[in-house]
């Protein structure tokens, strides 16, 4: 098993920054993937920013249209961590934000992994 935990949601002004992070702990081995998908209220869960690495592949990472050019995610392999920096926030960005992991990418992107966080809730006023 995998748990993960996230941190750093939180209100902010549009235009303004958060930096989420998600920690891993357990059978971290078992995974080459992490994302962050997102929640609004009456909507369905979306994806938001995904990451894979292997021993070949040193770094990838993907972006939902909505948010690329504001967001980017990172890696903190020592510390089996992942971040999700937010600039540039939009009201419309105000979502539960969820951490998922996965031991391969399409498990991650489709949401099909058994692995999530609780979650962590941005607000962003107009």
């Known amino acids: 098993q995998v748990q993960l935990e996230e941190s750093g949601g939180g209100r902010v002004q549009a235009g303004g920054s958060l930096r989420l992070s998600c920690a891993a702990s357990?059978?971290?081995?078992?995974?080459?993937?992490m994302g962050w998908f997102r929640q609004a209220p009456g909507k369905e869960r979306e994806f938001v920013a995904a990451?894979?690495?292997?021993?070949?592949?040193?770094?990838?990472?993907d972006y939902a249209d909505s948010v690329k050019g504001r967001f980017t995610i990172s890696r903190d392999s020592a510390e089996n961590s992942v971040s999700l920096q937010m600039n540039s926030l939009k009201p419309e960005d105000t979502a539960i934000y969820y951490c998922?992991?996965?031991?391969?990418?399409?498990?991650?992107?489709?949401?099909?992994?058994?692995?999530w966080g609780l979650g962590t809730q941005v607000t962003v006023s107009s």
């Open positions: 990451t894979r690495w292997s021993r070949a592949t040193t770094y990838y990472a």
């Open positions: 998922a992991a996965g031991a391969n990418y399409d498990s991650v992107r489709s949401l099909s992994t058994n692995y």
């Open positions: 357990g059978r971290t081995f078992s995974t080459s993937a």
